[in-house]
């Protein structure tokens, strides 16, 4: 049974541009979060999606966008990145049965 | 607004040792507690998951309590091992579907 799968693993990007990270959630898990971890941090929650729509927001500017398909799988968009979005961002999701958040290995983030 | 709290923030200990980490929530309405290990640079891997109803949670040589009406859950960890290193973090869920707030997490060190 597949967990969460992340992609890519690392990326390098310049400021100013923008970037598209994707997930695949666990089999039978409909809901997707989305966490940005800095150095030295507790994870930080930017969203969550559930039936193809954004449910919850953290504190997180709208230069972070999301989207959730059909088939469950999601995608963060972050735009005109800084270099303070240099993170390694997470993707967890759950599913109906109570038995909590599986996360994937995430994805590294570096803005020079 | 939901906050967790870690201590200590970091631990160092000889293989063999019992040890505990400790949680706290400034809100007891939670729907659960998640704890987690990450390894450094890596994701997240569920360990103990306790629904807001018990007391309690083990697995193998790790036990987590719950007291909701202090605020506090424990990780127990018996007779640690250097592959124990981790950091390792706690993490509420206040309401059903709704996103993981996390703590800063406790940075263990296993000697051997």
């Known amino acids: 049974d597949a967990g969460v799968t992340q992609s890519p693993t690392h990326l390098i990007k310049t400021r100013g541009q923008q970037v598209t990270l994707r997930c695949s959630p666990k089999?039978?898990?409909?809901?997707v979060s989305w966490y940005q971890q800095a150095l030295g941090q507790g994870p930080q929650f930017i969203f969550q999606?559930?039936?193809?729509?954004?449910?919850q927001r953290g504190n997180f500017p709208d230069r972070f966008s999301g989207h959730q398909f059909p088939n469950y799988s999601s995608e963060l968009n972050v735009n005109a990145l800084l270099l303070g979005d240099s993170a390694l961002y997470l993707c967890?999701?759950?599913?109906?049965?109570?038995?909590?958040?599986?996360f994937g290995s995430g994805t590294r983030l570096t803005v020079v | 607004k939901q906050e967790v709290t870690q201590i200590p923030a970091a631990l160092s200990v000889p293989e063999g040792e019992n040890l505990v980490l400790n949680c706290s929530f400034t809100?007891?309405?939670?729907?659960?507690l998640q704890w987690f290990r990450q390894d450094p640079g890596k994701g997240l891997t569920s360990l103990l998951l306790?629904?807001?109803?018990?007391r309690e949670q083990t697995s193998g040589r790790l036990n987590a309590s719950l007291d909701k009406s202090s605020g506090r859950s424990t990780l127990y960890i018996a007779a640690s091992q250097p592959g124990d290193s981790a950091t390792y973090l706690c993490a509420v869920v206040s309401q059903a579907g709704t996103a993981l707030i996390f703590g800063k997490g406790t940075t263990l060190s296993v000697s051997s």
């Open positions: 967890a999701s759950f599913g109906q049965g109570g038995y909590g958040y599986t």
């Open positions: 809100d007891s309405a939670i729907y659960n």
């Open positions: 999606y559930y039936e193809e729509e954004e449910r």
């Open positions: 306790i629904q807001s109803s018990q």
């Open positions: 089999s039978g898990h409909d809901t």
